[in-house]
């Protein structure tokens, strides 16, 4: 019996399909303390955590050993004045530390601030003085922390790097005495990557890491005994959703592979050398596996992708080439997973699947009001009869307006556009605010993009709606070209012919402009609000 069933209740249909799911916990539910160090005791020698780097060195932990550092870490860091209520940012890129680190944060009752190492000066000090950071864990990598003492010059932030905490840790007790916390109490604080202004602090609590339960369990499909493997730096949200919470509570191991240049054979020969059972990556990864051509993987037996758009010839390609079919999911990093293809029954290209059964997921327009098949409408989330929704973010930091405004009529407006076709199944079609309106109808971006890119000309393309005196907006698109392409009004007549023929009428590109790159957020997620100002 795994240790997530303590903590939830169940219900399933007559086929063995998960139909819901209800948490269940004490006031003082801690990650650290009832689940880690429960699986300290329970199954010891269980694995963890299986490391490597592209160097080749290797380290494997237990969940007795992962207990014990995570003990010994609070220790080190509570001796260095770090006390419940504090903030702590955690700049560790993928090294193994990050999870004795962020676990003896939950066990001090400390709010984590996960950062990603490839934030500028300006970056760090935003979220450092925006988060009113008391210290920061880094790894020690060159310019890093440089940067890092730029950004806490006239602050009383301390910086400590990781190898030192380390030495001070190995010499502390391997047990914690319990720090009282609140299911209630902040745990992790993200920013998300700002497409449409200064990134947002987003708060999870206590409850957090067991709406990842559905997460692990039924969309990534880790399991027992078996080895989970989520391609992400644990500076962004999806390390939560793949490389922690639910694959622990559902007694899976987790694969880290720390490297610097993301190679598709070394990354195929890590799932082979450790027998990885379930791989989830974003859509930028399984394009590079299919393009350069994928070994025969024999041991794995499910992968999920989620983060963007998954185009529809990368998943066929991958199930021919692997036998597997891709699971796309979708959520935020306000949320835990929303929408997936759960594998009861065979997923279609494109679509992100169906509504969670964790949560009643609802598509409206701009008045709230449920829009019908096949029209594009705004996800949301709709709360139970019980009014609380787990996995929801608690709140964003110092912004109590934003916060009632995404809540807005008592629903989480998750501000992202997709339609439901007859099966029920959900397809994705960008940022709500980010939707087309032309000649009277509603086009997603995403869908053009799509056609977009399979012409040999476009490296990369984003598609936004401009000025039209008689569409009101017309549809355009700027493109990245590929090498060996010359911008041209030939070549913008090309690929607007070719790719029209594939649209309705109605989702035609009108107009085209190249340009040398499409402006990014430090995530990689296009700045379209950015393009609409330049269209």
């Not at 399909?17 to 010891?44: A, I, K, R, S």
């Not at 890129?93 to 004795?100: I, L, P, Q």
């Not at 400390?110 to 300006?122: E, F, K, N, R, S």
């Not at 399979?454 to 355009?476: F, M, N, Y």
Request: with cysteine; charged share 25%.
């Amino acid at each position: 019996m795994t240790i997530y069933t303590r903590f939830c209740r169940e219900s399933f249909n007559e086929k063995g399909t998960l139909t819901g799911l209800e948490l269940t916990y004490p006031g003082n539910f801690n990650y650290g303390y009832d689940v880690v160090d429960v699986l300290g005791e329970e199954t010891p020698e269980e694995l963890a955590l299986m490391w490597c780097d592209h160097r080749g060195e290797e380290k494997r932990f237990t969940f007795r050993e992962m207990a014990c550092w995570s003990s010994r870490m609070a220790h080190a860091l509570q001796d260095l004045g770090i006390r419940k209520g504090m903030r702590v940012m955690l700049v560790l890129k993928r090294h193994y530390t990050y999870w004795f680190a962020v676990i003896a944060l939950h066990k001090l009752g400390v709010l984590a601030i996960p950062a990603t190492h490839m934030l500028t000066v300006d970056d760090y000090v935003y979220r450092i003085r925006t988060a009113r950071v008391d210290a920061v864990l880094c790894v020690d990598e060159e310019g890093l922390g440089e940067r890092l003492g730029a950004a806490v010059a006239g602050t009383n932030c301390q910086i400590w790097p990781v190898t030192e905490l380390l030495e001070r840790a190995a010499v502390e007790p391997d047990h914690f005495s319990r720090v009282e916390t609140r299911v209630e109490d902040p745990m992790l604080l993200y920013f998300t990557s700002g497409t449409t202004g200064a990134p947002k602090g987003v708060l999870h609590d206590f409850t957090y890491p067991l709406a990842h339960i559905v997460t692990a369990r039924y969309w990534q499909r880790a399991e027992e005994g078996g080895l989970h493997f989520t391609v992400a730096e644990t500076g962004w949200a999806k390390a939560s959703w793949g490389k922690l919470y639910g694959q622990w509570l559902v007694g899976s191991g987790v694969m880290v592979y720390d490297f610097e240049g993301f190679d598709p054979k070394q990354l195929c020969a890590v799932i082979n050398k450790y027998g990885v059972t379930s791989f989830c990556a974003p859509p930028t990864v399984y394009r590079y596996l299919v393009r350069k051509g994928i070994p025969d993987m024999p041991g794995l037996r499910h992968a999920s992708t989620a983060g963007e758009m998954l185009d529809p010839l990368v998943f066929q390609a991958f199930q021919k080439q692997t036998g597997l079919t891709l699971m796309e999911g979708y959520g935020q990093t306000e949320t835990t997973l929303l929408v997936a293809n759960f594998g009861d029954e065979e997923p279609a290209a494109g679509s992100m699947g169906r509504p969670s059964p964790f949560y009643h997921i609802e598509l409206v327009d701009k008045k709230g009001l449920p829009v019908p098949e096949g029209e594009v409408g705004e996800v949301v989330v709709v709360p139970r009869d019980s009014g609380r929704v787990h996995g929801v973010f608690s709140g964003y930091l110092e912004d109590d307006a934003l916060y009632r405004k995404a809540w807005q009529d008592n629903v989480y407006h998750t501000g992202d556009a997709a339609s439901r076709d007859e099966m029920g199944r959900l397809f994705f079609h960008g940022r709500f605010d980010d939707i087309i309106k032309t000649g009277g109808y509603r086009v997603g971006p995403d869908e053009v993009e799509q056609v977009l890119l399979t012409h040999p000309a476009v490296r990369e393309c984003s598609v936004v709606g401009v000025p039209d005196g008689l569409r009101g907006q017309a549809i355009k698109a700027f493109i990245v070209p590929r090498s060996g392409y010359a911008p041209s009004p030939v070549l913008s007549l090309e690929i607007r012919e070719s790719c029209n023929k594939k649209l309705a009428e109605y989702k035609w590109v009108r107009v085209v402009e190249f340009v040398e790159e499409l402006p990014k957020t430090i995530s990689g997620k296009t700045r379209r609000a950015q393009l609409r100002g330049a269209g």
